[in-house]
Every structure is written in structure tokens, then in C-alpha cells.
């Protein structure tokens, strides 16, 4: 139980709000681009911290879910394979996001300074809104689905409500980024 405890907070925490607060920090202060010498240096910086701990995060939850009982009434082939489609599904939305925001769109380049020209409508952006963090929830979802976890199922439910925090932090701070680009091109 004590495992499962620790991976609540290693598993996600408020991971995702922390690197909203550090990255309103930077376009506050400009720190990091000063530290760093360069926007770009920082941001890929700040982007590396964060996959690291994102591949901590994945040990964690996997961890948590082989240290877990088992539900019996997913532990089965059929179990098994919605849990792979699931996986799949979020896969596309993580790696085609990643695709059209690229490294620096995808880890906060726009609190950096480094702003797309416009707010992107294509694939994944036109099916769901926030497809990255959507399709991480969703591949959580699989992982427990596939490994019949009820401990999975919680986790994934901290991320998905630690992915709603960080998107209170987010989305209105992005859109008033952009709005004041807009207003600037005036």
C-alpha cells in the first residue's frame, strides 16, 4: 500500500501544474532564457527535465500495477486487446501532436517567447482538444486495462484530474499569450 502511495505522487503529483508554474515563471522573468542564453536552450532544457520525469512517472505506474492484485474479469485475451487499442489510440494523439507542435510547441515554448503564427485546428487538434495530454490519459488507460489493474485505474484517474488542474493553468494563460501577439500585429 505504501508503494501505491508513493506512486499517486510519482506517478503524476502536480507534475504538469509545477511545469505550468516554472514555465509562467520564465515568460515572467525570462530566467531561464537569461540562465541559458537562449529561449530555444532553455525551453529544450526545460522539455528534457520533463520527459525524464515523465519516463519516472511510466516506472512508477508500472511498478504500482505489477505490485497490485489483479482484476479477474480483465485478465483475459479479450481484456488484453481492448487495453492494446487503447494504447494505440493514444499513441496517435500523443505522436501526431508532437508531429505538428514539434519538440519546443509540445514543452511550452510559447511562455519561452517562441510562438507558433497561429493556434493549430489540423489532426489531432480538430478531434480533441489538448490531444497530448488526452492521448497520455488514454494510453494509462490501456496499460490498466491491459494489465487488469485496479491500481492502474486509480493512477490514471490521478492523471486525468492532475491533467485537468494543469489545463486550468494552461489554456487561459496560452490564450492570452496569443491574444496579446494578435494585439501587438495591430
Request: glycine content about 6%; aromatic content about 16%.
Amino acid at each position: 500500500m505504501l508503494f501505491l502511495l508513493f506512486s499517486l505522487d510519482c506517478c503524476e503529483g502536480l507534475n504538469n501544474v509545477d511545469y505550468s508554474k516554472v514555465a509562467r515563471w520564465e515568460h515572467k522573468t525570462r530566467s531561464l532564457t537569461r540562465m541559458f542564453r537562449s529561449p530555444y536552450v532553455a525551453c529544450y532544457c526545460l522539455g528534457a527535465v520533463i520527459m525524464l520525469l515523465n519516463f519516472l512517472r511510466t516506472n512508477c505506474f508500472t511498478e504500482a500495477m505489477r505490485s497490485q492484485p489483479r482484476l479477474n474479469v480483465l485478465d483475459c485475451l479479450v481484456g488484453y486487446y481492448i487495453g492494446v487499442a487503447f494504447v494505440v489510440v493514444g499513441t496517435v494523439f500523443v505522436v501526431s501532436s508532437f508531429l505538428v507542435l514539434g519538440f519546443v510547441g509540445t514543452f511550452l515554448g510559447d511562455y519561452f517567447g517562441i510562438l507558433m503564427e497561429a493556434k493549430v485546428t489540423c489532426f489531432p487538434f480538430n478531434v480533441l482538444d489538448n490531444p497530448m495530454y488526452w492521448g497520455s490519459t488514454i494510453i494509462y488507460l490501456g496499460w490498466s486495462i491491459m494489465h487488469a489493474s485496479p491500481a492502474g485505474f486509480l493512477l490514471t484517474a490521478v492523471v486525468a484530474l492532475c491533467y485537468t488542474i494543469a489545463l486550468l493553468y494552461e489554456g487561459p494563460f496560452t490564450e492570452e499569450i496569443y491574444r496579446q501577439k494578435a494585439n501587438r500585429r495591430l
